[in-house]
């Protein structure tokens, strides 16, 4: 099986402001649930209905939330969890637990969605802080809304602000923030999980204003060649972005027999939304995730091939024998299972979480032992901690069940791991979701949001 990716580089790429006309505003519609929710009638329903259908299912309520106590704890550091409720019929939702040393792992607050099954997948936030964005990988199946909008104004009490769904596109990916304060989205799947997606844009009331690319020879470019966009990775002051392809959606459902995954990246004119070229990693057998190496002279790109279990360096602005631009060169195999001084890498089948020094890109160490037995099973979305002391992991990537092919094994764990001075990784803490959920059949947190405080004067939210 091939090993799953995900990269996160230490030092963090820090949002621009540029001069980008806004598009005009085409809102969406956000379509409530087809069955409404009615205590002790409903629920029944929910139970007996949605199993019998393979892949679409009823789009029921979810069932009643379990009493829960929040805490008046104030951390420093806050950790955000966009979290599915483990039997996939309670609501998914969003928790809040202190990051600080001395109440690490103590619960605060928790806000649910209006809907319940929707694969939670990356979690992101607005510029300003007072918003978080979570999409839902698998919305579609249930035709429920895909991107979910929490306000935390007051970040110890986060609360669900709206959700809406986009008309060409599905399965909510990565997450990068516009300038004019809104959001990019990468849409992997188009509105019923085939090929192409979208690049979906948010104005900074969270509409959908844009499905990129929208100009013909973009539109001539996805209908082309498999896009399946999951990786994101914005430079609004070079005016280039990346967007990786990763797999066809419906390909990991049954009835499918074989996952589709795709060889390529999009290289993106950012002012004018469009595509400028495609970029090949040969037998990549899907790119997962690419991230622009902070502060790195050439703008390079880092770039994770799923397949090969190989990152590759990709150069926006130097062009190949052809004269596309856009090239990709390997630069560390990691077998099969800058400024930015070390990357960390997730290995989500392999149980394994990597580290690689690359202060000096001709000669990259590895600062992780490739036979050390880690306390983590699945791991999958990483981040460094705002303060760079940590990365935040979360062990859980995708589980489709019965319907699908994609079921990796995982721990539902929040990982809090320790940056030793020389780059590597120290285990000792973390946050058992699985085990704290019981009433919603477990928690599977699939990515985090940190806010920091330690500084009141330059809150940091990452
Ligand atoms: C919430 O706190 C109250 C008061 O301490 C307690 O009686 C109740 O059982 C708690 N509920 C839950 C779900 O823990
Ligand atoms: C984990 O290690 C950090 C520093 O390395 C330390 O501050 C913290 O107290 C440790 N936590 C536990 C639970 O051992």
Wanted: proline share 9%.
């Amino acid at each position: 099986m091939a090993t799953l990716l995900t990269v996160a580089t230490l030092l963090v790429a820090a949002v621009v402001s540029s001069p980008i006309a806004e598009p005009k505003p085409d809102p969406q519609l956000s379509l409530p649930p087809l069955i409404p929710s009615i205590p002790g009638v409903t629920d029944p329903i929910a139970s007996s209905l949605s199993i019998p259908l393979p892949i679409l299912q009823i789009p029921t309520p979810p069932l009643t939330t379990p009493p829960w106590n929040g805490s008046d704890l104030k951390p420093k550091k806050i950790g955000y969890f966009w979290t599915g409720a483990g039997d996939n019929e309670h609501a998914d939702f969003l928790a809040a637990y202190s990051l600080d040393d001395d109440t690490f792992g103590e619960f605060i607050w928790l806000a649910d969605v209006p809907s319940s099954g929707n694969s939670p997948h990356h979690l992101g936030v607005s510029t300003d802080g007072k918003t978080l964005i979570g999409g839902g990988l698998l919305s579609l199946l249930k035709t429920q809304d895909t991107a979910y909008f929490f306000d935390v104004s007051d970040p110890y009490r986060p609360k669900f602000l709206k959700s809406n769904r986009a008309l060409l596109a599905s399965i909510a990916d990565e997450i990068r923030t516009t300038p004019t304060g809104g959001f990019l989205v990468t849409y992997m799947g188009s509105a019923v999980g085939t090929s192409p997606g979208r690049l979906v844009e948010f104005d900074s009331n969270y509409n959908i204003i844009g499905q990129h690319p929208e100009d013909l020879q973009g539109q001539l470019n996805i209908l082309g060649e498999q896009f399946s966009p999951h990786g994101l990775t914005v430079n609004y002051e070079k005016n280039v972005g990346f967007t990786s392809d990763f797999v066809v959606p419906l390909s990991i459902l049954k009835p499918s027999l074989q996952i589709v995954r795709a060889n390529t990246l999009r290289l993106w004119d950012l002012e004018k939304r469009t595509i400028i070229s495609t970029i090949t990693i040969p037998s990549g057998g899907g790119i997962q995730d690419v991230k622009f190496i902070p502060g790195n002279p050439d703008t390079a790109a880092l770039a994770t091939a799923v397949h090969l279990g190989q990152v590759w360096i990709i150069y926006p602005f130097k062009f190949d024998e052809n004269g596309n631009q856009g090239v990709a060169e390997l630069l560390y195999d990691l077998g099969p299972k800058a400024h930015g001084k070390f990357i960390y890498l997730t290995l989500t089948t392999a149980n394994h979480i990597a580290a690689l020094d690359i202060s000096d890109l001709s000669n990259v160490k590895r600062l992780d032992d490739p036979d050390e037995v880690q306390p983590t099973v699945g791991p999958h979305y990483i981040k460094v901690t705002p303060d760079q002391r940590h990365i935040v992991v979360t062990d859980y990537f995708v589980q489709t069940g019965p319907i699908g092919l994609i079921n990796t094994p995982a721990d539902y764990k929040a990982l809090y791991i320790d940056i030793n001075v020389d780059g590597s990784l120290h285990f000792n803490r973390s946050i058992d979701f699985n085990t704290l959920y019981p009433e919603r059949g477990g928690a599977k947190p699939h990515s985090s949001v940190i806010f920091d405080f330690s500084d009141p004067e330059n809150p940091i939210y990452y």
